[in-house]
Nanobody, 120 residues
Framework: QVQLVESGGGLVQPGGSLRLSCVAS????????MGWYRQAPGKERELVAR???????NYVDSVKGRFTISRDNAKNTVYLQMNGLKPEDTAVYYC??????????????WGQGTQVTVSS
């Protein structure tokens, strides 16, 4: 099967920065889109940023100009550089990936999540 493991979360002061990483491993024959989502307490999970296999990106309006998504296809890894963090960015951040299997079928896989807390 396929596993996604996130890292890089933690506690940071407002205005600070964090870099999240997510590594996909297992029986992977290709990855299409990769993305970062977040879920704050009492709120629904929302898309933060996505990146295609060719590097096209899109962001939720609230993070544009502050967050940057990137990927290393050779390492099956997606990153989220978060600058200018605000208390409202506090959430559990999840990565996902659209992974192709040996039968050319794509399935979505999710990581377990990493906590990001922005507080003074």
């Amino acid at each position: 099967q396929v596993q996604l493991v996130e890292s890089g979360g933690g506690l940071v002061q407002p205005g600070g920065s964090l870099r999240l990483s997510c590594v996909a491993s297992g029986r992977i024959f290709g990855i299409n889109d990769m993305g970062w989502y977040r879920q704050a307490p009492g709120k629904e999970r929302e898309l933060v940023a996505r990146i295609s296999s060719r590097g096209s990106t899109n962001y939720v309006d609230s993070v544009k100009g502050r967050f940057t998504i990137s990927r290393d296809n050779a390492k099956n890894t997606v990153y989220l550089q978060m600058n200018g963090l605000k208390p409202e960015d506090t959430a559990v951040y999840y990565c996902n990936a659209d992974v192709r299997n040996a039968y050319n079928v794509f399935n979505i896989f999710w990581g377990q999540g990493t906590q990001v807390t922005v507080s003074s």
